[in-house]
Nanobody
Framework: QVQLVESGGGLVQAGGSLRLSCAAS????????VGWFRQAPGKEREFVAA????????YHADSVKGRFTISRDNAKNTVYLRMNSLKPEDTAVYYC???????????????WGQGTQVTVSS
C-alpha cells in the first residue's frame, strides 16, 4: 500500500513554469506505474503523463507534449512533473496516481494523492 502526496502547485502567469512533486510514503514506486492526471471544474479527469518504474519509459498526452516532462528519482522515491510554457487551459487540480500497469485510464490506477491546484492567469 502506497500513500501519495502532491506539492508544488500555485498561481503563475501564462508562459510561466512550475514543477510538481509526488512523494510516496508507506512504500515505494518500484512495482508501479505512476501517472499524472488533471481535472478542471465541470470537466472529466484527464490523463497528462505517466512513467513506468520497471521499464524506463514515459508517455505524455498530446495536449502537453513538448511542454511538460514527467521524471522520477528512485533515491527520493518521488515523481516530478515539470511544466513549461503554461497556458490558461492548463488550470486544474493535478493528481498523481499509482497503479499496476502503464496506461492512460484513471480507472486502472489504485492509489491517488489529494491533488494540488495549478492556476494559470492570462
Amino acid at each position: 500500500q502506497v500513500q501519495l502526496v502532491e506539492s508544488g502547485g500555485g498561481l503563475v502567469q501564462a508562459g510561466g513554469s512550475l514543477r510538481l512533486s509526488c512523494a510516496a510514503s508507506g512504500g515505494t514506486f518500484s512495482s508501479y506505474a505512476v501517472g499524472w492526471f488533471r481535472q478542471a471544474p465541470g470537466k472529466e479527469r484527464e490523463f497528462v503523463a505517466a512513467v513506468s518504474w520497471s521499464v524506463d519509459m514515459a508517455y505524455h498526452a498530446d495536449s502537453v507534449k513538448g511542454r511538460f516532462t514527467i521524471s522520477r528519482d528512485n533515491a527520493k522515491n518521488t515523481v516530478y512533473l515539470r511544466m513549461n510554457s503554461l497556458k490558461p487551459e492548463d488550470t486544474a487540480v493535478y493528481y498523481c496516481a499509482a497503479g499496476p500497469t502503464f496506461n492512460t485510464d484513471p480507472l486502472r490506477y489504485h492509489y491517488w494523492g489529494q491533488g494540488t491546484q495549478v492556476t494559470v492567469s492570462s
